[in-house]
């Protein structure tokens, strides 16, 4: 991740599509975009809106987007990864609006993610489900050799 880039104020839960991260990201970034494009629908409030994909999560299907028609305007949308137009309210918008809007709300989250936790303990990967593969699967650590 670039430190330079805004999405570094977001944390280790997000990878920075516009730096270059292909040894420590498996997902591939232009289907990102591709999957985005099948899955907004004319009925979905961003249909017809130039998004540019800028971050995904890693630990789920999230991806951060800023509007090219509006720069300064972010939003955080959620992918089903069905490989078709979807219908109703999905992808779901997280969040939308100005980067510290953007900020706010993962602030929010991690809070209430704290505030759940048992005892007041960190939740493991930050409350957040296991980092995924590209299959939308929990990765697998590599087997252990035997000593």
Not at 2 to 14: F, I, P, Q, R
Not at 35 to 40: G, I
Not at 46 to 72: K, M
Not at 126 to 138: I, N
Request: charged letters at 30%.
């Amino acid at each position: 991740m670039k430190e330079t880039s805004v999405v570094a104020e977001l944390g280790d839960d997000w990878c920075d599509v516009t730096a270059d991260r292909a040894e420590d990201c498996d997902l591939d970034h232009l289907a990102l975009a591709a999957e985005l494009s099948t899955e907004v629908h004319p009925a979905h409030p961003f249909f017809g809106t130039a998004l540019e994909v800028i971050a995904h999560r890693l630990t789920n299907d999230d991806v951060l987007c800023r509007h090219r028609a509006t720069p300064s305007r972010y939003s955080i949308l959620h992918l089903t990864w069905s490989h078709r137009e979807e219908i109703g309210s999905c992808p779901t918008i997280d969040a939308d609006g100005e980067w510290r809007h953007i900020i706010a709300y993962e602030n929010a989250v991690d809070a209430a993610l704290r505030e759940s936790a048992p005892n007041g303990e960190a939740l493991s990967g930050e409350g957040r489900k296991p980092e995924q593969g590209p299959t939308g699967q929990p990765r697998e650590e590599a087997p252990r050799r035997p000593s």
